[in-house]
């Protein structure tokens, strides 16, 4: 079922990035996806897209806190360039709900008005922010600067 969910993610961002968007109508190139695998280790990812993915590691055991260091590393060495953060919601434990808030969570982060957030004056976006009682977003999904 993991495998569903990446090529339905990365069907999504291919997709997302195949329109037009706000820079005038042309076509923006697809970015670059680095990831990480936890659990069973998948050596190539059955996609068939023209995405540049690039695999940075495999844990046998971990969470999200994994990648989402990484990133945080990436940012302190680019700040000047914008991330965003995909995972596999529900993909371990399939349920109709589960599989809503990931394809509904996922396309908002993808979203033309996610990719357009510096012209908005955002610094974050992503399907719903809370700040109370703390920083949070639902599902966990984000684009940031």
Sequence with gaps: YTLEVIREQ???ITSAFSSPIYDGGNRTA???IYYNLIG?????LPVSSSLDLRRMNYYPRGGEELTLQRMWE???IYPEHTVTYL???GSL??????ELVR???????LS???????DLGCNICTYNFYLIPNAMSPGNMFRAS
Excluded: F, W
């Design 112 to 118: 033309e008005e996610c990719r357009r957030m510096a």
């Design 30 to 32: 697809a970015p670059t």
């Design 103 to 109: 394809r509904v969570v996922t396309s908002a982060v």
């Design 10 to 12: 990365t069907d999504q």
């Design 40 to 44: 069973k280790d998948i050596r190539r």
């Design 74 to 76: 990436y940012c302190q």
């Design 93 to 98: 434990s399939k349920s109709t709900s589960n």
């Design 87 to 89: 995972h596999d919601k």
